[in-house]
């Protein structure tokens, strides 16, 4: 059985299995190879999480659409560097296939992560496993030191929630500080799911709990000068959310429901 001893970490496991999911339906909605060949390997209890549909499709949707930002820097930035913040066993750079064979594509995560990354979801040509907290500022000097021009795209998936608020801000003005002409695309917890994250479909599972809230998608825009909104999504916003059913009701006529899981995006100037 798989024993990961940071409950945070071990939650990276939930986006796998709801891909997995999201790989059995007869029309995926991103049907995530790496997914579909990992999960059957692994000796985990994923069962716990097979009802949690909200997520299924939350996840999926989340995934893809980051996807396409991620895409669109590579488009326009052709010296782009793409780093994943809290990887866990994600494979967007598997998925982007052509569209980012020559974009160089780190991985960061825990130590206990990253080797349990690299048993199962070896690096691929172009791709860097780092094996460091979000929060240390030594990976960033690194990364600068690498890329001194390149334009950096930071994808922090199902990761901020987590921590404390002081860390999350201390994290962004990091990165504002040393990646100017960079992106930001990540998503943040509303005070209604934080509130409730013991009834949350697939985390009242889990060993972890909720803690970031952010209720305005313009508060990071206060912890820096240079870090300026440039998009916000609700899952409404997505027609696939109509998968979800009930709750995609709920999502579209009550307001703290609707905003208490968004899609964001940053430019750093």
């Known amino acids: 059985m798989l024993k990961i001893q940071n409950a945070v970490s071990e939650t990276l496991l939930i986006p796998l299995y709801m891909k997995y999911l999201d790989a059995q339906e007869p029309a995926p909605i991103l049907n995530d190879p790496a997914a579909a060949r990992l999960v ?22 989340r995934a893809r659409y980051f996807d396409q930002l991620t895409a669109d820097f590579i488009r326009r930035k052709p010296e782009a560097v793409v780093v994943a913040v809290g990887c866990g066993l994600d494979s967007r750079y598997e998925r982007l296939g052509q569209a980012a064979a020559h974009t160089p594509f780190y991985q960061l995560d825990l130590p206990d992560v990253i080797a349990l990354r690299r048993e199962l979801l070896p690096p691929l040509p172009n ?107 609700h899952m ?20 703290k429901i609707r905003n208490s899981y968004r899609l964001l995006h940053y430019h750093i100037s």
Not at 41 to 58: H, M, N, P
Not at 246 to 255: C, D, E, P, V
């Open 40 to 61: 059957p390997q692994i000796d985990y209890d994923f069962a716990k999480f097979r009802l949690a549909r909200r997520s299924q499709i939350g996840t999926a949707l």
């Open 127 to 233: 791709e860097t496993l780092l094996a460091a907290s979000a929060f240390s500022t030594d990976w960033m000097n690194d990364l600068r030191q690498r890329h001194p021009h390149s334009p950096c795209f930071f994808v922090l998936e199902g990761v901020l929630m987590y921590f404390p608020e002081p860390d999350v801000r201390s994290l962004f003005q990091n990165l504002a500080q040393r990646f100017p002409g960079g992106e930001l695309a990540f998503d943040v917890a509303g005070s209604f799911m934080v509130n409730h994250s013991d009834q949350h479909d697939a985390l009242k599972h889990a060993r972890a709990q909720f803690d970031f809230a952010c209720d305005d998608d313009r508060q990071m825009e206060a912890w820096a000068d240079n870090l300026h909104l440039v998009s916000a999504k």
């Open 236 to 255: 409404t916003d997505f027609p696939a959310a109509r998968r979800i059913g009930f709750s995609y009701w709920l999502m579209r006529t009550i307001a």
